[in-house]
């Protein structure tokens, strides 16, 4: 697995396929792994797929996660593969990072896909997040992500067994950074970098998202320049709950744009 060093961090990542560059950014409490079902999709791109300090392989020194550190390391893993500029995907701390990058460097991003990002963390998110900080300490965490993450859609074939499997399964993938990602999560603001986005974006929004608002999600489509709104039926976790139907409007849009 190719590994970059930047500073303290050596952040490993994916790289898989041939063709224009697709970069990945995963969420909080997740990994590399998240993008799976994605990269299986996605003939024809050149897909990357960094883990954030506190997941998967990267390590790093420990202390505090920021938003623009974890941007810089995305355009080091860029230059390491030799990339010019990449499509960028995120996913909520994900998607916040690659409107971070695309915000502060314009000249790295072709498009940008922004799934369950927001612009600020405000108040009931903090709230939400301490919550988040505090069910970690407990050893409950996993067992609150399908509530938080997932929508009807799920529940709808869900059984009390699926969903305690599931419980399971998280409770041996959740990231050991977790708290220090949850701790990012509580500092965001894109607002001074929002504006100054060029490439073309695609505002990605879950309609039974619990985390983000869609007065959050409209107030991103109006900050950026050149953006466009979608939604997916789904909870804030659509890349795990509706997988091929999130592959498909990302690789549509990025497909889509030259």
Do not use: C
Not at 56 to 85: K, R
Not at 145 to 172: C, D, I
Request: no cysteine.
């Amino acid at each position: 697995m190719p590994k970059v060093t930047l500073g303290d961090t050596v952040v490993h990542y994916d790289r898989t396929g041939d063709g224009p560059a697709l970069l990945l950014l995963h969420g909080t409490a997740a990994s590399r792994e998240q993008w799976a079902p994605l990269t299986a999709q996605a003939a024809g791109f050149t897909v990357l797929a960094p883990d954030f300090p506190g997941s998967g392989l990267t390590t790093d020194d420990g202390g505090p996660i920021t938003v623009e550190a974890l941007a810089a390391q995305a355009v080091a893993v860029l230059d390491h593969a030799g990339i010019g500029t990449a499509h960028v995907a995120g996913h909520s701390l994900g998607g916040v990072v690659a409107a971070h990058l695309a915000g502060t460097r314009p000249d790295r991003v072709r498009s940008a896909v922004l799934h369950a990002a927001w612009p600020a963390t405000d108040v009931r998110q903090d709230a939400e997040f301490r919550y988040w900080l505090d069910l970690l300490e407990t050893g409950t965490f996993a067992r609150m992500l399908p509530l938080m993450a997932f929508g009807p859609r799920y529940w709808e074939q869900a059984t009390a067994e699926s969903n305690e499997q599931l419980v399971k399964t998280l409770e041996s993938v959740i990231e050991p950074g977790a708290g220090r990602q949850i701790e990012t999560d509580r500092a965001v603001d894109l607002r001074p970098v929002l504006g100054r986005i060029t490439a073309p974006v695609l505002v990605l929004g879950s309609a039974h998202d619990r985390i983000i608002t869609a007065d959050q999600q409209r107030e991103l489509v109006a900050a950026i320049p050149d953006a466009r709104a979608a939604e997916i039926d789904a909870g804030h976790g659509a890349p795990a709950e509706l997988p091929d139907e999130f592959a498909r409007l990302v690789l549509d849009f990025v497909s889509a744009t030259p």
